[in-house]
């Protein structure tokens, strides 16, 4: 299996668990854009026209979803932001758990939803619902998450700053029709491959629980002695100003989404026709380097991740911070203490927010005291977490010999393309 280098083992146990998916949907149904099946087909607009769900709003908890909490490619949710009756203002809609959700806005980023409660959600997702006679919801979703479809439609745009999809072309696409006995029984292949998934992340949240548990018994005794971080920084700072371009190429540029699920993603990197690091030299990331995501929205500031040396040389762009400490503090040490309690509430403190977005500044970050326990329970902590990244890593790699329980069944797949 191909898989991206892009982060953490349950990365790779989504993307696995994604590939499985994608890849019967194309030996049920073939390539939609194609359709070299020759399945009946439905306008858009007709099959699954954009219906709001009527509902009243609660005086509180009313789930509001926005594009920044859904995962792309796979439609997770990352967290739910439930809002009071009076902050659902300004432009937004409403949905059930019928509709499909499709984010006109950068279709490039893949972003579909199937909601699981009734809630609200920006104008950027087109309430879709789809006919149940004519089209199961879990097949609609995968169909609208294809790679062939997303490309197409990453295409048929208007707009350079804020690409968004040409609601025409939409409208009028053609949607393959399946028997819906066929796209019920893709529907249960799917389940199944999520009733899996869940069983690793259960496994992966128990490891990480332990990690938690071992981190505060290790350090527990240590929390009182403290240092401010700019007593152990080598240097706490912004990045190089670059503009980047999203058909660049070159050496490539961190940006806010390289640390998308507080991992390094080297497939979330930008580029900006750079191939000279001359000019940039001060700004090549290190191996042990922290970045620290100090623009973002509020549940993201604070966010730090350890680069291990991924896709060297990258450089440091703007809107993250990035740490290099001396030898007295430990990266591995510093970026789950970022996880902790404690840290989480000094973030808080010296957080400010806007409209849009949460910030803090590189001198009061400076200023947060931090424990700096004993150079060998560190090192100590960093065994412990190399030893439950091998069992994650087993994990994963028992996923791989399984591959062929779902990769291959008789279906319709088989079938050969239709007399055009």
């Given at each position: 299996m191909a898989i991206k280098g892009s982060g953490s083992p349950m990365e790779a146990v989504d993307e696995y668990f994604d590939m499985l998916i994608k890849s019967r949907f194309i030996e049920m149904f073939g390539n939609p854009i194609a359709?070299?099946?020759?399945?009946?087909?439905?306008?858009?607009k007709a099959v699954a026209p954009a219906v709001q769900f009527s509902q009243e709003p609660m005086q509180e908890g009313n789930w509001l979803l926005n594009l920044d909490a859904i995962q792309s490619n796979s439609g997770y949710i990352l967290f739910k932001n439930e809002v009071s009756k009076d902050e659902l203002t300004g432009s937004?809609?409403?949905?059930?758990?019928?509709?499909v959700l499709y984010?006109?806005?950068?279709?490039?980023?893949?972003?579909?939803?199937?909601?699981n409660e009734p809630g609200y959600g920006t104008t950027e997702l087109i309430p879709l619902l789809p006919n149940p006679e004519l089209l199961n919801q879990t097949y609609f979703a995968c169909l609208l998450r294809s790679d062939p479809f997303v490309n197409k439609f990453s295409s048929a745009v208007a707009g350079t700053k804020m690409p968004r999809v040409s609601m025409d072309t939409f409208w009028k696409f053609d949607v393959p029709l399946p028997p819906i006995?066929?796209?019920?029984?893709?529907?249960?292949?799917?389940?199944?491959?999520?009733?899996?998934?869940?069983?690793?992340?259960?496994?992966?949240?128990?490891?990480d629980n332990l990690v938690k548990s071992r981190f505060i018994e290790m350090f527990n005794p240590f929390l009182k002695d403290t240092k401010y971080l700019s007593d152990v920084a080598i240097f706490l700072r912004n990045g190089a100003n670059i503009k980047q371009e999203k058909s660049?190429?070159?050496?490539?540029?961190?940006?806010?989404?390289?640390?998308?699920?507080?991992?390094?993603?080297?497939?979330?990197?930008?580029?900006?026709?750079?191939?000279?690091?001359?000019?940039?030299?001060?700004y090549i990331l290190q191996?042990?380097?922290?970045?620290?995501?100090?623009?973002?929205?509020?549940?993201?500031?604070?966010?730090?991740?350890?680069?291990?040396?991924?896709?060297a040389p990258i450089i440091h762009g703007m809107n993250l911070l990035c740490l290099r400490l001396n030898d007295e503090c430990s990266p591995t040490f510093f970026e789950y203490y970022m996880k902790t309690n404690d840290a989480r509430a000094y973030i808080k403190t010296i957080t400010k927010q806007s409209v849009?977005?949460?910030?803090?500044?590189?001198?009061?970050?400076?200023?947060?005291?931090?424990?700096?326990?004993p150079k060998d329970v560190q090192h100590s902590f960093?065994?412990?977490?190399?030893?439950?990244?091998?069992?994650?890593?087993?994990?994963?790699?028992?996923?791989?010999?399984?591959?062929?329980?779902?990769?291959?069944?008789e279906t319709p797949s088989e079938r050969t393309d239709c007399d055009l």
């Open positions: 359709n070299r099946f020759c399945w009946p087909i439905g306008k858009m937004i809609m409403s949905f059930g758990t019928g509709n984010s006109k806005l950068r279709p490039y980023l893949n972003k579909v939803v199937v909601p006995d066929l796209q019920n029984e893709f529907a249960s292949f799917v389940k199944q491959v999520d009733k899996s998934r869940a069983i690793c992340k259960q496994i992966f949240q128990s490891l660049a190429k070159g050496y490539p540029i961190t940006r806010i989404e390289t640390l998308a699920n507080g991992v390094f993603n080297i497939d979330r990197l930008g580029y900006a026709d750079i191939f000279n690091l001359d000019k940039y030299e001060g191996p042990g380097d922290l970045l620290i995501s100090h623009i973002n929205s509020g549940i993201y500031v604070g966010k730090t991740v350890q680069y291990h040396g991924e896709n849009n977005q949460a910030s803090f500044s590189v001198s009061d970050l400076k200023k947060m005291p931090i424990p700096i326990p960093e065994l412990f977490l190399k030893q439950v990244d091998k069992s994650k890593f087993e994990v994963v790699q028992s996923l791989l010999r399984l591959k062929s329980k779902y990769m291959h069944t």
